[in-house]
């Protein structure tokens, strides 16, 4: 059974970083994608980037792209998800899921089978 635990929110000024944390367990990492995904009250769920464990590609959306930077630690089963220049539209709870298709790009959440427990992120302006 995968497990994903998420951690590493918090309360941020505009123009500050976050690293958030993703602990996963339960499978392989040659059989999986993780992704970050994010949900401010009242939107959708939104992908905001995503990382293919065996070989390291990764996406972003066109709204964090160069700001953030997602990262894979092996030794640990844990993903990264590196947050800088945020912004104070960037608050929303944070995501961490698993996707067992790994060499699709989907940010369809349907599309994951996994989930973490979610992380506050809060940027201030």
């Known amino acids: 059974e995968v497990q994903l635990q998420a951690s590493g929110g918090g309360l941020v000024q505009a123009g500050g970083s976050l690293r958030l944390s993703c602990a996963a367990s339960?499978?392989?990492?040659?059989?999986?994608?993780i992704a970050w995904f994010r949900q401010a009250p009242g939107k959708e769920r939104e992908g905001v980037s995503r990382?293919?464990?065996?070989?390291?590609?990764?996406h972003y959306a066109v709204s964090v792209k160069g700001r953030f930077a997602i990262s894979r630690d092996d030794a640990s089963n844990t993903v990264y998800l590196q947050m800088s220049s945020l912004k104070p539209e960037d608050t929303a709870v944070y995501y961490c899921?698993?996707?067992?298709?790994?060499?699709?790009?989907?940010?369809?959440?349907?599309?994951?089978?996994?989930w973490g427990q979610g992380t506050q992120v809060t940027v201030s302006s």
């Open positions: 899921a698993s996707d067992d298709k790994p060499w699709r790009i989907s940010t369809t959440p349907g599309d994951y089978d996994a």
């Open positions: 339960g499978f392989s990492v040659d059989d999986y994608a």
């Open positions: 990382i293919n464990l065996k070989d390291g590609n990764s």
